[in-house]
């Protein structure tokens, strides 16, 4: 099996199944802004499993990217930095959620390589950086669940918008992978029923036919104009 093929059975495909069981959640609670503190048990699990699989992706990634990147030992500024080097629109990067809201959930993410006194390498955030609020959340209710801070339950922040932001992430990381394994690779699978890629045509099905003119065309379905070719 080539790489890409692979990727996309063992990647892309559990992406979908995580995006659905948040599309189940808005038959309890709809996707709005006035339910982004809307805490939940599945919220809380849900958070914790697309974090984790972020933290997989991007291990992955950096992999692909670096041969004796070190898997085991890394974390998320160690394999961050690999892939900003090597996709390096992943911090500005939107996506457009339910066809109505941008959200850019890897923003002010950027990550250098610095020296300490002794001439080892470490990794720091560039100045004005920040780790993203939904991975901190991702942290807080892992290693901290029942510690109050600002008055409020660390298990709270196991909301709405962190999970919906978090899972924007990672729908991000594969779809910039993707388009650079081959960039007509999202084509040929099942969609995102939440997001999509803004300024891309790949995300629409497609329709070719011939107008009357006797021009070969192609039609997009996603809102998108009839292009001749």
């Keep these: 099996m080539d790489y890409n093929n692979n990727y996309l059975k063992t990647y892309w495909k559990y992406y979908l199944l995580l995006e659905n069981r948040l599309i189940k959640t808005s038959e309890y609670v709809e996707f709005d802004d006035v339910n982004n503190d809307t805490y939940s048990i599945e919220y809380l699990s849900l ?3 697309i974090c984790s699989e972020i933290d997989v992706v991007g291990k992955a990634i950096a992999l692909y990217f670096n041969k004796s990147f070190n898997v085991k030992k890394a974390n998320i500024m160690q394999w961050g930095y690999v892939i900003q080097k090597n ?6 990067q939107s996506t457009i959620f339910l066809k109505e809201k941008t959200i850019t959930p890897w923003k002010n993410w950027n990550i250098e390589e610095r020296k300490d006194k002794k001439n080892r390498t470490y990794f720091a955030y560039v100045s004005g950086c920040k780790t993203p609020d939904w991975w901190s959340a991702y942290n807080a209710v892992k290693h901290a669940r029942t510690t109050i801070l600002d008055g409020r339950i660390n298990y709270h ?3 709405q918008k962190n999970v919906v932001n978090a899972l924007a992430a990672l729908y991000i990381l594969n779809r910039l992978m993707m388009i650079k394994l081959d960039d007509n690779l999202y084509r040929k699978v099942d969609k995102s029923r939440l997001f999509i890629l803004p300024y891309r045509n790949d995300d629409a099905d497609i329709q070719l036919f011939v107008n009357q003119e006797g021009d070969p065309c192609v039609e997009y379905s996603d809102d998108m104009d009839l292009v001749k070719v």
């Design 47 to 49: 958070l914790q499993t």
């Design 87 to 92: 996709i390096s629109d992943v911090t500005t």
């Design 157 to 159: 922040k196991a909301n």
